[in-house]
């Protein structure tokens, strides 16, 4: 597109609101702002390929990429993740929750939370990893390579 072109695109009377100002007073990064669009979103910026379209519905047009996720769904998984308890080993075993482990142990939630955040032997929150493939205490030697291994397993079938 040459510069003429452009010039002449922009400067034709509003299509839209039909009011006889030029389209280029208002182009502009808001909603109801102006831009070039592409028809289908395919192809070159030339002459018979573009329209002038509010910022809308040039979104509106858009073809949805497979690789996202709506905003409905990502809320949806962090109201999940954030009321789904955390998974702790303890001496006792592997709980659910830090409540369930306190049952166990006859003590306060607190206090098992301090005894994992000081590091007492025995006492950790689950790995993302071995709570997806419920890993119990006894197979995991706490390393990344054990954890690695676990999942391979898992997923061939021979856990």
């Known amino acids: 597109m040459t510069l003429e072109e452009w010039v002449d695109f922009w400067f034709q009377p509003d299509p839209i609101r039909g009011d006889g100002v030029p389209a280029y007073f208002r182009r502009g990064r808001n909603r109801d702002s102006y831009v070039m669009a592409r ?7 030339e002459l018979g390929n573009i329209s002038i379209k509010t910022q809308v519905e040039n979104c509106r047009e858009r073809k949805p990429s497979p690789n996202r996720f709506s905003a409905t769904a990502k809320r949806r998984v962090l109201i999940q993740c954030a009321w789904t308890p955390r998974p702790v080993r303890t001496p006792l075993g592997s709980f ?7 049952k166990a142990h006859d003590r306060t939630c607190d206090e098992i939370r301090r005894q994992i955040l000081k590091g007492t032997p025995g006492f950790q929150y689950v790995e993302a990893w071995e709570a997806l493939v419920g890993v119990e205490h006894s197979q995991s030697a706490g390393s990344d390579q054990a954890g690695a291994s676990v999942v391979a397993q898992t997923l061939q079938g021979g856990l």
């Open 39 to 45: 028809h289908n979103d395919e192809g070159a910026y």
């Open 96 to 102: 659910k929750s830090v409540t369930a482990a306190a």
